[in-house]
T-cell receptor
């Protein structure tokens, strides 16, 4: 019974395409996040939503648009994909503002060719 | 500007011995620290945390030590087991503003040899 599930696990696409990554959590948490792990293995926060409200937006290009239809879902839509967008994207959730441990999904490896 | 640093990219220890993973931070506003463990093709898994009001927190084989004056924390694993082989990430959070944002280090790959 997966706590934080994200789909797809792998995504290979061409430059210029638009793609979406979906995330769902069944933990009843009220805060969800998107993190990006780049080629240097750094995990960096992109967005955070608390009860469907955007609370963190870290200088991410506006080609990236998160959408939270309800507090159990946080999807990431990326327009006009670029080579530099290739990375592993992790969804996570936490209860409250998340100073306790987050629960992460297993990641989506995006490769832009 | 990397506020959380793990200067050792890798560490190799023998099974049964102690593993010590280190982490340094620069922002004095950080007051909550966490360690995550990550296996290949999986997401990071929360391991242990420590608040800045403490200098030690223990959970089974895992102990985290915090030295605020040195802005340094370490994770001790005793005894190390082959299943502990993974990438370990240190993370820090500032409760001021309470945004719940975690800043991660770049990770240390631990290999425990049987």
């Amino acid at each position: 019974d997966t706590a934080v599930s994200q789909t797809p696990k792998y995504l290979v696409t061409q430059m210029g395409n638009d793609k979406s990554i979906k995330c769902e959590q069944n933990l009843g948490h009220d805060t969800m996040y998107w993190y990006k792990q780049d080629s240097k293995k750094f995990l960096k926060i992109m967005f955070s939503y608390n009860n469907k409200e955007l609370i963190i937006n870290e200088t991410v290009p506006n080609r990236f648009s998160p959408k939270s239809p309800d507090k159990a879902h946080l999807n990431l839509h990326i327009n006009s994909l670029e080579l530099g967008d290739s990375a592993v994207y992790f969804c996570a959730s936490s209860q409250g503002r998340g100073s306790d441990g987050y629960t992460f999904g297993s990641g989506t490896r995006l490769t832009v060719v | 500007d990397q506020q959380v640093k793990q200067n050792s990219p890798s560490l190799s220890v023998q099974e049964g011995r102690i593993s010590i993973l280190n982490c340094d931070y620069t922002n004095s506003m950080f007051d909550y620290f966490l360690w995550y463990k990550k296996y290949p093709a999986e997401g990071p898994t929360f391991l242990i945390s420590i608040s800045s009001i403490k200098d030690k927190n223990e959970d089974g084989r895992f102990t985290v030590f915090l030295n605020k004056s040195a802005k340094h924390l370490s994770l001790h694993i005793v005894p190390s087991q082959p299943g502990d082989s993974a990438v370990y990430f240190c993370a820090a959070s500032g409760l001021t503003g309470n945004t719940g944002k975690l800043i991660f280090g770049q990770g240390t790959t631990l290999q425990v040899k049987p």
